[in-house]
């Protein structure tokens, strides 16, 4: 059950006052019909791990990704979150589309052309849920590090993300939109506050830990709890969070690019110690030219790995 936001609450978390919001309107998460595991797992079903894959992730309500890979990105939001309202559930969105994205890692690197096209680009995401319930991650990676970009681009990206969570405040008044904050290996607690402050966070719901990564949720609570502390002894609020434990059930060991050995965590659900606990990333989805998925391309579905990320080898 989700908590409800009393007035004493909203008060601290300005910008979260949705009428319904989908921790209200819905019953539970969407599973993904067309994720890259349930793909595969289609497509594999004499393949002596296709059980195990399809009880322990592709039937798990993950995130949706979109990109510049999705089409006509109104009509895609649209159509996902219209399937998720049909079923009675909230679905998880990830916009993944800043201007050069994963600028200082590499491995996912792309984005939108430009400023402008971004713009576009992410009011119609926005106009495509309209008012349907949705939890909606924004850009993960492009608070994280900020070491290789010029100020000119740290504006910009700011400018960007601000305008984004407006585009949703208007146009998407019952998506949840956490700005996403990175996670605990990466910045001091005290300069991602700092980061999410300049970049509008103030009228996003909240923001989102550990996409991507493998950091217990331990250390991601302790995190968040360190970055609200920061946001109001300065900007005089608080948000709420919420941490990706698709891949977390071990923790790290201390790379973040495929690295062996680690575990599925908790599955989807509201509370836990955050606002929720979201499966963001899908287990067996690659990192990059890395690690136990040397060879594959970011986001590529890697069955083995999946496979023993199930049971922790």
Request: proline residues 5%; aromatic residues 8%; neutral net charge.
């Amino acid at each position: 059950m989700a908590p409800v936001l009393t007035a004493a609450l909203l008060a601290l978390h300005p910008g979260t006052a949705h009428a319904a919001g989908p921790a209200l309107a819905a019953n539970g998460f969407y599973t993904d019909p067309d994720s890259s595991a349930r793909r595969w797992v289609d497509a594999n079903r004499g393949d002596g791990r296709a059980a195990a894959i399809q009880a322990s992730i592709a039937d798990v309500p993950t995130g949706r990704w979109f990109g510049n890979w999705s089409g006509a990105i109104g009509a895609a939001t649209g159509s996902y979150t219209g399937a998720a309202a049909a079923a009675g559930k909230t679905p998880i969105l990830v916009a993944y589309n800043i201007p050069n994205r994963d600028i200082c890692a590499g491995q996912s690197g792309g984005g939108a052309g430009s400023a402008a096209d971004y713009r576009a680009w992410i009011a119609a995401f926005a106009a495509g849920i309209g008012n349907r319930p949705a939890v909606v991650v924004l850009e993960p990676d492009s608070l994280g590090d900020e070491s290789c970009m010029s100020p000119a681009q740290i504006s910009e990206r700011n400018g960007l993300l601000t305008d984004a969570i407006a585009q949703f405040n208007s146009k998407a008044p019952n998506a949840w939109v956490y700005l996403d904050a990175g996670n605990p290996a990466w910045l001091s607690a005290d300069t991602m506050a700092r980061h999410l402050a300049a970049a509008g966070v103030a009228g996003a719901h909240g923001f989102s830990l550990n996409v991507s990564n493998y950091l217990t949720t331990g250390e991601n609570l302790a995190y968040g709890s360190a970055v609200n502390a920061a946001l109001r002894s300065t900007k005089g609020f608080t948000k709420p969070f919420v941490v990706d434990t698709s891949r977390n059930g071990n923790g790290s060991n201390g790379a973040w690019c495929n690295p062996a050995g680690r575990r599925i965590g908790t599955a989807s659900t509201w509370g836990g110690g955050a606002e929720g606990l979201l499966w963001i990333k899908v287990p067996g989805e690659s990192d990059g030219n890395c690690g136990v998925g040397a060879g594959s391309t970011a986001g590529q579905f890697l069955p083995e790995v999946a496979y023993k990320m199930i049971y922790g080898y």
